[in-house]
């Protein structure tokens, strides 16, 4: 079992800059490949990163790629979204996932993953 707490969104003009946080509970976080996904209202929740458990393999939809970077800090079971040059279609509820290290790697659908965090709200005004 694993708990997921994001932190870290909030209200920033475009252009601006903020820093998500995904803490997890347990011992074995490091056994985990994460992911982030976004959800804006009315629209269908959809894939923005994710990183192996070792945090070398990264992977970014089109849409954050070059703006956005994700890491992880095994030690401190956190994993990390930078994201900078927002645009107010980044406006969304943001969640961190993790899907189990093991079997067919898969890191682009929600499906994939074994739990999820409640979800922080990132709006970025124009």
């Known amino acids: 079992q694993v708990q997921l707490v994001e932190s870290g969104g909030g209200l920033v003009q475009a252009g601006g800059s903020l820093r998500l946080s995904c803490a997890a509970s347990g011992r074995t976080f490091s056994s985990y490949r994460m992911g982030w996904f976004r959800q804006a209202p009315g629209k269908e929740r959809e894939f923005v990163s994710g990183i192996s458990s070792s945090g070398t393999i990264t992977y970014y939809a089109d849409s954050v790629k070059g703006r956005f970077t994700i890491s992880r800090d095994n030690a401190k079971n956190t994993v990390y979204l930078q994201m900078n040059s927002l645009k107010p279609e980044d406006t969304a509820v943001y969640s961190c996932?993790?899907?189990?290290?093991?079997?067919?790697?898969?890191?682009?659908?929600?499906?994939?993953?074994?739990?999820w965090g409640q979800g922080t709200q990132v709006t970025v005004s124009s």
């Open positions: 996932a993790a899907q189990m290290a093991v079997g067919l790697v898969n890191y682009y659908a929600a499906l994939a993953y074994n739990y």
